[in-house]
Nanobody, 127 residues
């Protein structure tokens, strides 16, 4: 069983920055991809960014390219989402997710790919 714990959410003004963290109980050999998703009230869950555990490959939603950066620590136990130039439309609950089984036919930013989810951390951006 993999446990994911998010932290780092909060309230910020437009143009500000936040860094989200996702602490995983799994080691790098235990996950294929890790990703961040977000869901705003009344909207579908959206894939924001994903990172491949083998190193180097990252995927971003068009809406966050150039503003958000996903990264992992050297032990590949914690995954981060650095969010810069935040906009009010970035406001949402942000969830960390892990693909531990591998071999999925779903793309890295599709929720169906992921086996484990955290509880979420709220991000609110005011104008």
């Amino acid at each position: 069983q993999v446990q994911l714990v998010e932290s780092g959410g909060g309230s910020v003004q437009a143009g500000g920055s936040l860094r989200l963290s996702c602490a995983s109980s799994a080691y790098t050999t235990s996950w294929n991809y890790m990703a961040w998703f977000r869901q705003a009230p009344g909207k579908e869950r959206e894939g924001v960014a994903a990172i491949y555990g083998g190193g180097g490959i990252r995927h971003y939603a068009d809406s966050v390219k150039g503003r958000f950066t996903i990264s992992q620590d050297n032990a590949k136990i914690t995954v981060y989402l650095q969010m810069n130039s935040l906009k009010p439309e970035d406001s949402a609950m942000y969830y960390c997710a892990a693909d531990c089984l591998g071999g999925s036919r779903y793309r890295p930013l599709q929720a169906q790919r992921y086996d484990y989810w955290g509880q979420g951390t709220q991000v609110t951006v005011s104008s």
